[in-house]
């Protein structure tokens, strides 16, 4: 299985959309609907599950975004948190985030601490989407996502990571404190270097690797 590392698979995604003419929203919606199909997998119908998805203000949180839009166009309860203040997204993510408000679906912000108590109060999910960091993070969590990740994993439901699990950094495989500890990681193009060294294997869990659309001399 071939693997590649954070910056490799950013200069993959740029080639595509740069020298192949392909969309980044297009990317980014196809991404969006190959998580959705394996969190829809996971639903128990008779249950009635309430997935929760927590985005942030990146192009992770945008295909966050893209899950929660398909995942209602398939009748399942969805409740969305969105980390800090709508007004900074950007191009793809902020295109997305529009659609959802305008098909009347609430989105939950978290900013602040009582944001966060409120979180806890009212938390309903059974299964929970992470898309929060993408590959490009390095570093420390931010103290308040750290409190709200440490609670997700505290809460033993099963978490779903878009392209890295949060915290995870996707080419050393070293773990933030508050890494969101996924069964299931859904990433795209390749698996990255960090999923199978360093503290990477304890937090990936299952990974699935999707094509989003990458022209195959590319991977």
Same mark, same amino acid.
């Given at each position: ?44 119908? #008779?249950?009635?599950? %309430? @997935?929760?998805?927590?985005? /942030?203000? $990146?192009?992770? !949180?945008?295909?966050?975004?893209? =899950? ?55 938390? #309903?999910?059974?299964? %929970? @989407?992470?898309?929060?960091? /993408?590959? $490009?993070?390095? !570093?420390?969590?931010?103290?308040? =996502? ?60 299952? @990974? ?12």
């Amino acid at each position: 299985m071939k693997v590649v590392s954070a910056p490799q698979m950013r200069q993959i995604d740029k080639i595509a959309i740069e020298n192949y003419g392909i969309p980044s929203i297009v990317l980014m919606e196809n991404a969006g609907r190959a998580v959705a199909g394996e969190v829809f997998k996971m639903c128990d119908d #008779k249950k009635g599950d %309430i @997935v929760t998805i927590f985005c /942030g203000k $990146g192009n992770n !949180g945008g295909d966050g975004l893209v =899950v929660a839009r398909h995942l209602i166009m398939l009748g399942k309860k969805v409740v969305i948190w969105f980390l800090g203040d709508p007004k900074n997204l950007k191009k793809d993510a902020a295109i997305n985030f529009k659609i959802l408000s305008k098909m009347g679906q609430k989105i939950n912000t978290l900013s602040r601490p009582n944001d966060l108590k409120r979180l806890r109060k009212r938390f #309903k999910g059974d299964i %929970i @989407v992470d898309a929060i960091f /993408g590959t $490009g993070f390095s !570093g420390s969590l931010p103290p308040l =996502v750290t409190a709200l990740t440490d609670f997700l994993n505290y809460k033993e439901k099963p978490i779903i990571s878009i392209d890295v699990p949060s915290g995870l950094n996707a080419t050393t495989g070293s773990a933030a404190p508050g890494t969101i500890a996924a069964a299931k990681t859904v990433t795209f193009g390749l698996a990255k270097k960090g999923f199978y060294i360093d503290e990477g294997p304890r937090y990936v869990g299952e @990974v699935v690797i999707y094509n989003i659309g990458f022209p195959e001399r590319l991977l």
